[in-house]
């Protein structure tokens, strides 16, 4: 993994370490990154997030500097780990922003812990449609762990890296993300890695796409400010799940930004930072009611927001 700007931290929590970042003051703000990433992916935008907001960036579990056990790879045991770290650091409430697959995690926490959530802020999130790339699909594969074992020997990395670094400064939309791809490929050197990462992507991901989504749930964001970013060159997740992002939650902001792919948050650190602070300066905070919850479960929203979705596939 790349090298943290910011001063890492360790917890551990159910005999698992955890690593995070934690920096700044203010109304706190929980970044969980994607897939094969770790928390150096916030890095262009934590310190101006961090002269407001107090930012915690972990490891999620299985990445990054953060411990890879045979352990629960699930969205919920996700959401479970980062209601349990924050809690560990004395916070009780958070702005929950997720990236990619941290973007479904951001989804689980919400509905698990609406009364520890604020807002909602997605990034290029999973959990919007069955769309997917075909590299994150063919991790489910058995071939995946020998040939990356292959692909990762140090001649062959060190090769591979340098292929994908030079392409990444060609200037075009379709190169725009390989930095980002370079340093998640160098992270499957680390078998542990490779284990975790297909055991998360096999709990998300089958051979016709994304299997976990939030179209039978997404009623329940009535209560909850919500917002969706995305790259307009997204080759990752399409973009057109931003529309269906704003058709399953009409009262969501929806924010496409020109010019930017998988990792709008790199490819305009000041844009996003100001996107953010202005949904958070200009919504309030949820504020949980267990009736308010009860009475939207029992409405059963649940199928007109899964038709929506089938629609629009």
């Given at each position: 993994?790349?090298?943290?700007?910011?001063?890492?931290?360790?917890?551990?929590?159910?005999?698992?370490?955890?690593?995070?970042?934690?920096?700044?003051?203010?109304?706190?703000?929980?970044?969980?990154?994607?897939?094969?990433?770790?928390?150096t992916t916030w890095a262009p935008v934590i310190?101006?997030?961090?002269?407001?907001?107090?930012?915690?960036?972990?490891?999620?579990?299985?990445?990054?500097?953060?411990?890879?056990?045979?352990?629960?790879?699930?969205?919920?045991?996700?959401?479970?780990?980062?209601?349990?770290?924050?809690?560990?650091?004395?916070?009780?409430?958070?702005?929950?922003?997720?990236?990619?697959?941290?973007?479904?995690?951001?989804?689980?926490?919400?509905?698990?812990?609406?009364?520890?959530?604020?807002?909602?802020?997605?990034?290029?999130?999973?959990?919007?449609?069955?769309?997917?790339?075909?590299?994150?699909?063919?991790?489910?594969?058995?071939?995946?762990?020998?040939?990356?074992?292959?692909?990762?020997?140090?001649?062959?990395?060190?090769?591979?890296?340098?292929?994908?670094?030079?392409?990444?400064?060609?200037?075009?939309?379709?190169?725009?993300?390989?930095?980002?791809?370079?340093?998640?490929?160098?992270?499957?050197?680390?078998?542990?890695?490779?284990?975790?990462?297909?055991?998360?992507?096999?709990?998300?991901?089958?051979?016709?796409?994304?299997?976990?989504?939030?179209?039978?749930?997404?009623?329940?964001?009535?209560?909850?400010?919500?917002?969706?970013?995305?790259?307009?060159?997204?080759?990752?997740?399409?973009?057109?799940?931003?529309?269906?992002?704003?058709?399953?939650?009409?009262?969501?902001?929806?924010?496409?930004?020109?010019?930017?792919?998988?990792?709008?948050?790199?490819?305009?650190?000041?844009?996003?930072?100001?996107?953010?602070?202005?949904?958070?300066?200009?919504?309030?905070?949820?504020?949980?009611?267990?009736?308010?919850?009860?009475?939207?479960?029992?409405?059963?929203?649940?199928?007109?927001?899964?038709?929506?979705?089938?629609?629009?596939?």
């Open positions: 993994m790349p090298q943290s700007q910011h001063e890492v931290s360790y917890l551990t929590i159910h005999g698992h370490r955890r690593a995070f970042v934690k920096v700044g003051s203010g109304p706190v703000l929980l970044l969980l990154h994607g897939l094969g990433c770790d928390h310190d101006t997030l961090a002269r407001r907001y107090t930012v915690i960036a972990p490891d999620l579990l299985g990445h990054g500097l953060s411990d890879k056990p045979r352990a629960d790879y699930s969205v919920g045991g996700y959401a479970n780990g980062m209601r349990d770290l924050i809690t560990c650091l004395g916070i009780d409430k958070v702005t929950v922003v997720g990236h990619s697959f941290g973007g479904g995690v951001a989804m689980q926490f919400a509905y698990q812990f609406p009364e520890r959530t604020e807002r909602l802020i997605l990034v290029a999130s999973g959990g919007l449609g069955p769309e997917v790339s075909p590299l994150i699909r063919s991790i489910t594969t058995p071939g995946f762990h020998p040939l990356m074992g292959v692909l990762t020997l140090p001649a062959v990395r060190h090769v591979g890296k340098l292929g994908l670094r030079t392409l990444a400064k060609v200037p075009s939309r379709h190169t725009r993300d390989l930095d980002e791809v370079a340093e998640i490929y160098d992270s499957f050197r680390d078998p542990a890695a490779r284990h975790a990462i297909r055991h998360v992507v096999k709990a998300v991901v089958d051979w016709r796409g994304q299997i976990v989504t939030m179209a039978d749930r997404a009623y329940l964001t009535q209560s909850m400010p919500m917002a969706v970013l995305w790259g307009e060159h997204d080759h990752v997740i399409p973009v057109t799940h931003a529309a269906r992002a704003a058709a399953l939650a009409p009262g969501a902001r929806v924010e496409v930004i020109p010019n930017a792919g998988h990792f709008p948050h790199k490819d305009h650190p000041q844009r996003f930072a100001k996107i953010v602070h202005e949904f958070v300066r200009s919504t309030p905070a949820a504020s949980y009611s267990r009736a308010r919850f009860r009475a939207l479960l029992r409405s059963g929203r649940q199928s007109e927001a899964s038709d929506t979705l089938a629609g629009s596939a």
